[in-house]
Nanobody, 117 residues
Framework: QVHVVESGGGSVQPGGSLTLSCAAS????????MGWHRQAPGEERELVAS???????FYIDRVKGRFTISRQEDKNTIRLQMNNLKPNDTAVYYC???????????WGKGTLVTVSS
C-alpha cells in the first residue's frame, strides 16, 4: 500500500521562506518521479515543480529562481525549498508520487501555505 505524507506548511510574511517535505512509501522503485502541486482557493490544482527518477527538475515560470525541489538520498523523499514567498503562493500544497510500473499517481492530503502580512 502506498502512503504519501507532506509536512512543513505554515504561515509566513511576504519575502519569507518555508521548506516542505514529502515522504512516499510502498512504491515499486526507490527513486520514483515525484512532484509538488498546489491549489489556491477557487482555482484548479497546478503543477509547481517536479523531479524525475534521474533527478532532472522542472519548475513553472512563476516559481523559477525562488523554489528548489530536491530528492533526499536514494529515497522517495523530496523537499521543496521556497524562498521570497509572495501572497499569490498561498495555497494547499500537495505531493504527488508516480509509480511507473503500475502507471499510477498517488497523492498526499496536502499542507497549507499562507503568505500574508
Amino acid at each position: 500500500q502506498v502512503h504519501v505524507v507532506e509536512s512543513g506548511g505554515g504561515s509566513v510574511q511576504p519575502g519569507g521562506s518555508l521548506t516542505l517535505s514529502c515522504a512516499a512509501s510502498g512504491l515499486t522503485d526507490n527513486r520514483s518521479p515525484m512532484g509538488w502541486h498546489r491549489q489556491a482557493p477557487g482555482e484548479e490544482r497546478e503543477l509547481v515543480a517536479s523531479i524525475t527518477s534521474s533527478d532532472s527538475t522542472f519548475y513553472i515560470d512563476r516559481v523559477k529562481g525562488r523554489f528548489t525541489i530536491s530528492r533526499q538520498e536514494d529515497k522517495n523523499t523530496i523537499r521543496l525549498q521556497m524562498n521570497n514567498l509572495k501572497p499569490n503562493d498561498t495555497a494547499v500544497y500537495y505531493c504527488r508520487a508516480t509509480d511507473l510500473h503500475v502507471r499510477s499517481d498517488y497523492w498526499g492530503k496536502g499542507t497549507l501555505v499562507t503568505v500574508s502580512s
